[in-house]
C-alpha cells in the first residue's frame, strides 16, 4: 500500500486529496462529499499531515455553500546573484609575488 506523506494511498484523505490537487481551483463541498460523506474530517486529518488546504464560504440567496482547495505552494525563482569586488586584489599585477 502506497503512502502519501502520512496518508494510505487507498484511504479516503488520499482520495480527496487528489480529487483537489486535480481540480487546481475552488471544489464545491458536495463533490468531495461523494467521496466520503465526513469531508471535513478527512480535510482536518489532511491538515494535520502538513497539507495546507483552504476553505471558503459563500451565501446565495440565503443558502451556504462551502469550497475547498489545495493552496498553491509560491513558485521560488531563483535569484542571479552578481557579486562585484568590494577589497582590492592582494596582489595587484604581480607586486609582491615570490619570483620564479
Given at each position: 500500500m502506497k503512502k502519501l506523506g502520512l496518508i494510505?494511498?487507498?484511504?479516503?484523505?488520499?482520495?480527496?486529496?487528489?480529487?483537489?490537487e486535480r481540480r487546481k481551483g475552488w471544489v464545491p463541498a458536495p463533490e468531495l462529499a461523494a467521496i466520503s460523506l465526513q469531508y471535513c474530517a478527512r480535510i482536518a486529518g489532511l491538515r494535520r499531515a502538513g497539507y495546507d488546504i483552504e476553505n471558503r464560504l459563500e451565501?446565495?440567496?440565503?443558502?451556504r455553500h462551502g469550497f475547498y482547495r489545495v493552496k498553491q505552494q509560491p513558485q521560488f525563482v531563483k535569484p542571479t546573484v552578481t557579486?562585484?569586488?568590494?577589497?582590492?586584489?592582494l596582489f595587484p599585477d604581480g607586486v609582491g609575488k615570490y619570483p620564479d
Open positions: 494510505h494511498d487507498s484511504s479516503q484523505e488520499a482520495r480527496i486529496l487528489r480529487f483537489l451565501i446565495r440567496d440565503g443558502v557579486t562585484t569586488p568590494t577589497t582590492p586584489p
